[in-house]
C-alpha cells in the first residue's frame, strides 16, 4: 500500500495529483491536507470512501505537520510519498511591498516546504523508501517583476531540492522539484480574455493542464523514477 500526502489538496493541482494516484493504484491510500477550504477534497473523498483521508494542515506550523504525519503513520505505518503544493502568492512591487506580504509567501511556500520535508523524512529514512516531490514554480527560474517574494520562495525551493537529494539518496529516497508554467487553476483567475492574453505567451499557444502536473508527479513517486533525483523540471509549453 502506498501511503500518500499531498498539501494544497483543495487546489486544482491538488485534486488532479491525488485523483491521478488513486487512479493509478487501487491500493493506494491518500491523505489531503488542507487548512481551511475543504470542498473538493471532501467531494473525492466522498467518491473514495475508505481510500481518501483529510487532515487540517497548516504548512507553516511546526506542530501542525507533527500531527498530520503522526496521524498516517498511526493508520498506514508509512509515509511513501509527500507531495508540497500548498503555495500562496502576494504579488506586488518591492518598494510597495508590505513587510507583511514578504513574511507570509516565504511561510507558505518556503518554510513549509522545508517543514514538511523534516516532518516525513525520519518515517522514510526508517522505511528506506520515500519520494518528495515539491512544487515549485517557472518565477523559480525566470523571476517576473512584481513578485520577488514569491520568485525567492520559489527559487529557495529549488535549492532545498538540490541539496536534500544528495542527503537522502542512500536511503532509497528520492527529492525533486516541478516548475510549472501558467497551468488552468483557480490562480490564473477565471476571466477569458485575460486567460487568452497568458496563452499567447505560452509557444505552445494553450495553458498548461492540472492533469499534466499529475502525470509529472505520478512518475516521480513511481519504482521507475528510482535514479531521478535532484532534478528540476519545467513543465510550461515551452517558455524558458
Known amino acids: 500500500m502506498k501511503s500518500i500526502?499531498?498539501?494544497?489538496?483543495?487546489?486544482?493541482?491538488?485534486?488532479?495529483?491525488?485523483?491521478a494516484f488513486l487512479a493509478d493504484d487501487p491500493e493506494a491510500r491518500l491523505f489531503l491536507g488542507c487548512r481551511e477550504n475543504r470542498q473538493g477534497a471532501e467531494t473525492l473523498a466522498a467518491a473514495y470512501p475508505g481510500r481518501v483521508g483529510i487532515l487540517t494542515l497548516?504548512?507553516?506550523?511546526?506542530t501542525s505537520w507533527s500531527a498530520a504525519v503522526?496521524?498516517?503513520?498511526a493508520v498506514t505505518g508509512r509515509v511513501d510519498v509527500l507531495v508540497n503544493n500548498a503555495g500562496?502568492?502576494?504579488?506586488?512591487?518591492?518598494?510597495?511591498?508590505?513587510?507583511?506580504?514578504?513574511?507570509?509567501?516565504?511561510?507558505?511556500n518556503l518554510t513549509g516546504t522545508f517543514l514538511g520535508c523534516q516532518a516525513v523524512i525520519k518515517a522514510?529514512?526508517?522505511?528506506?523508501f520515500g519520494r518528495?516531490?515539491?512544487?515549485?514554480s517557472l518565477s523559480a527560474l525566470l523571476a517576473p517583476a512584481g513578485q520577488t517574494n514569491y520568485a525567492a520562495a520559489k527559487a529557495g525551493v529549488v535549492a532545498l531540492t538540490q541539496s536534500l537529494a544528495k542527503?537522502?539518496?542512500?536511503?532509497?529516497?528520492?527529492?525533486?522539484?516541478?516548475?510549472?508554467?501558467?497551468?488552468?487553476?483557480?490562480?490564473?483567475g477565471s476571466d477569458p480574455a485575460a486567460l487568452a492574453e497568458l496563452a499567447k505567451r505560452v509557444p505552445a499557444r494553450r495553458l498548461g493542464l492540472p492533469e499534466e502536473?499529475?502525470?509529472?508527479?505520478?512518475?516521480?513517486?513511481?519504482?521507475?523514477?528510482?535514479y531521478l533525483t535532484g532534478s528540476v523540471i519545467k513543465i510550461d509549453g515551452g517558455i524558458f
Do not use: F
Not at 497548516?58 to 511546526?62: E, G, M
Not at 503522526?70 to 503513520?73: E, K
Not at 500562496?88 to 507558505?108: C, G, P, Q, R
Open 5 to 19: 500526502l499531498i498539501t494544497g489538496a483543495n487546489g486544482g493541482m491538488g485534486l488532479a495529483c491525488a485523483a
Open 167 to 188: 542527503e537522502t539518496a542512500r536511503a532509497g529516497i528520492t527529492v525533486n522539484a516541478l516548475c510549472p508554467g501558467y497551468i488552468k487553476t483557480e490562480a490564473l
Open 132 to 136: 518528495i516531490i515539491n512544487i515549485a
Open 58 to 62: 497548516d504548512v507553516t506550523d511546526a
Open 88 to 108: 500562496n502568492h502576494k504579488d506586488s512591487l518591492l518598494a510597495t511591498m508590505a513587510v507583511e506580504d514578504w513574511h507570509s509567501v516565504i511561510a507558505t
Open 70 to 73: 503522526a496521524a498516517i503513520l
Open 124 to 128: 522514510m529514512m526508517s522505511q528506506r
Open 213 to 226: 502536473i499529475a502525470a509529472t508527479v505520478l512518475h516521480l513517486a513511481s519504482p521507475a523514477a528510482a
